[in-house]
């Protein structure tokens, strides 16, 4: 029973390889049997006028030839594709930046800003803080207000800006 092994081996043009004599011999024998098909509807002709010696280093240089083929073919092949990468990448770049510039600006340059909000509550937690250093949770009454009065401002700017989005979208403004 013979098996088969299949291995890959990548060459480049400084590439040396040495053939097995086991690998050898398979490329002759399959060689001979080339020459005794061909031959037998000849009058038992060398091919082609070549001595058999000659084929394995034909087999060599074509695949030679082949593996530069395919290394000029990779370089052409990456040059396209950095070429069509940087075209894509410029197009992305142009488009992201006035979409993403015009997005913005429609989102928050448009819209007030809030205005500063529960300063009284805000004070009275930082000098509940300074006062009691090593009791920071006497001052709990204070933050939950303080928690409280920011809650209430953030409802009533959100309550704002969907009024006025509503406008906006009416077409009352």
Do not use: W
């Amino acid at each position: 029973m013979l098996t088969q092994t299949t291995r890959t081996t990548t060459l480049s043009r400084d590439t040396y390889f040495f053939i097995t004599e086991d690998v050898q011999d398979r490329l002759r024998l399959a060689e001979k049997r080339q020459v005794n098909l061909s031959s037998e509807g000849e009058d038992s002709a060398p091919s082609a006028g070549r001595p058999q010696s000659h084929s394995l280093a034909d087999s060599v240089a074509d695949s030679i030839r082949q593996t530069q083929q395919l290394d000029q073919l990779q370089r052409d092949y990456e040059s396209r594709l950095a070429k069509l990468e940087e075209r894509s990448q410029a197009r992305f770049q142009s488009a992201a930046v006035l979409g993403g510039s015009q997005s913005v600006e429609s989102k928050f340059i448009d819209r007030e800003a809030p205005p500063p909000c529960c300063q009284a509550e805000k004070e009275a937690v930082r000098q509940c803080y300074a006062a009691n250093v090593r009791y920071p949770l006497r001052c709990s009454q204070m933050v939950a207000a303080f928690e409280q009065c920011v809650t209430e401002q953030r409802r009533a700017f959100v309550i704002r800006q969907r009024k006025s989005e509503t406008a906006k979208e009416a077409g009352y403004m």
